[in-house]
């Protein structure tokens, strides 16, 4: 059912036929007023007396002049109506138009919007997945960390089984100490990047998919608008819809919708922002852990390196002495033997001078007499004594001498055997299991 409530935008045209004074009506006759009433004309009831002449014809003036204003009320009514038909047919094809427009610049503006939000969901999407690689690389370089740290700890725990004096706290045990720390550090840092990582990831996605909702909306939108801009008067899928020109109370303002999407845009963009961010920390945090790791196993390489090379002097040096105090062992050795056959030599004299004194001592009356013969047997017999002391004495501290050069060998042997086994311990053990360090590239999470 077509509105009759239109606005006019011209004046009605002049009448075609000039409006003339009707004479007054003498008899009113009962006409069709309503769209539902009966044809026939009203009746007055019956008359008694027949109509005079005059009543004839002034009836039939007035059906003239009634025909007439009719005629003349129907033909402005047609004039109008026309008129109205052409503005209103021409008004609505400038609205029309005007709709179209606006749909298609409409249609335009969302292109713009929904364009912008598919790249900021792509950029989202790749910066995620950088993002997801820069996580790995710190989850392959956390891992790789445990075996610095187990190499460290058993280093540490080889190097207490040294023995006595070798027992010390080296260079070489506060080098292992710091890296131990350092890789204790490491760890603790790389699990703080991971978990701000994580939460990245997670802002990343949460953002995406906020632009995601946002830019599927926009597509359902501009199919529904691109498919009003193809209607027109002769499409076939068009029908009344009596309620659909109302305002929902929920709708949006060209600003709020406008803001909405920038918004989001902002905030997404922001997060990506952040996210190269982290990355480039990420990337500073694993080369300068990498870096620091293997300037410190460097360190520690030198350190037991220097290290065996004073065990290695002192055990040279070790062994020279011992080979010179075996060397001296054997010479004191052939001292004292010298020194007992000496001793022994010294018996016979001493038996003889003895056994003279003694039967000397047995000369008759005045034959016993103190002469030079006995002077001198006497004196001989003393200086025996006295060489005998000596002997004695000198083998006494010959004896001593060479127990404590067998002292000095067990000592010397025992160091020797000790600086063997820290060599041992140092390069065997700890430098060879320190061979299987990671390389920068496994540190750095490459691999």
């Given amino acids: 059912m077509a509105q009759t409530d239109v606005l006019l935008t011209k004046e009605p045209a002049p009448q075609s036929i000039q409006a003339c004074e009707l004479p007054h009506k003498q008899y009113d006759v009962a006409c069709n007023t309503g769209a539902y009433t009966s044809s026939g004309l009203a009746t007055a009831g019956f008359r008694t007396a027949k109509y005079l002449m005059d009543e004839w014809f002034q009836n039939c003036y007035a059906r003239y002049h009634q025909a007439f204003a009719d005629r003349d009320h129907s033909e402005r009514q047609r004039h109008e109506s026309r008129q109205l038909a052409a503005e209103t047919g021409a008004l609505a094809r400038r609205t029309q138009q005007d709709s179209t427009r606006r749909v298609g610049e409409r249609l335009e503006d969302m292109h713009c919007w929904k364009s912008e939000l598919q790249r900021e969901i792509e950029e989202l999407s790749a910066e995620t997945d950088l993002m997801l690689a820069q996580k790995l690389r710190l989850s392959r370089a956390l891992d790789a960390m445990a075996i610095p740290f187990s190499i460290a700890t058993d280093n540490l725990q080889c190097r207490e089984r040294r023995q006595h004096p070798d027992l010390v706290r080296d260079y070489v045990e506060v ?16 699990k703080r990047t991971i978990s701000q990582a994580v939460g990245q990831i997670r802002l990343n996605r949460e953002h995406k998919e906020t632009c995601e909702m946002d830019w599927s909306d926009k597509v359902e939108v501009y199919n529904i608008d691109d498919t009003c801009t193809r209607y027109n008067n002769e499409s076939t899928q068009v029908q009344f819809h009596p309620h659909s020109s109302k305002f929902e109370e929920s709708a949006s ?6 803001k909405f999407t920038q918004d989001n845009l902002l905030r997404a963009e922001r997060e990506r922002l952040a996210s190269a961010n982290l990355r480039k920390l990420i990337d500073c945090i694993l080369r300068d852990t990498a870096e620091d790791l293997r300037l410190q196993c460097d360190a520690v390489n030198m350190a037991f390196e220097r290290r065996c090379e004073e065990l290695d002097d002192a055990c040279h040096k070790l062994k020279y002495h011992l080979q010179k105090t075996l060397r001296e062992i054997t010479d004191q050795e052939h001292e004292v033997a010298a020194l007992k056959q000496a001793i022994k030599d010294k018996e016979a004299p001493l038996r003889v001078a003895q056994t003279r004194l003694y039967q000397r001592s047995h000369r008759p009356n005045v034959e016993l007499c103190r002469d030079a013969a006995q002077f001198r047997l006497q004196t001989e017999v ?9 002997l004695k004495e000198k ?12 002292d000095t060998r067990m000592s010397l042997e025992k160091d020797i055997a000790v600086k063997t086994n820290s060599l041992f311990i140092d390069r065997q053990k700890c430098m060879t299991h320190r061979s299987r360090y990671p390389s920068v590239l496994q540190l750095a999470g490459y691999q």
Avoid: C, G, V, Y
């Fill in 395 to 406: 083998l006494q501290d010959s004896e001593q001498a060479l127990r404590n050069l067998e």
């Fill in 175 to 190: 080098e292992l100490l710091k890296e131990a720390e350092l890789i204790r550090n490491i760890q603790e840092l790389l």
């Fill in 253 to 258: 303002t060209p600003e709020t919708w406008a």
């Fill in 382 to 390: 003393e200086e025996l004594f006295m060489s005998l002391k000596a």
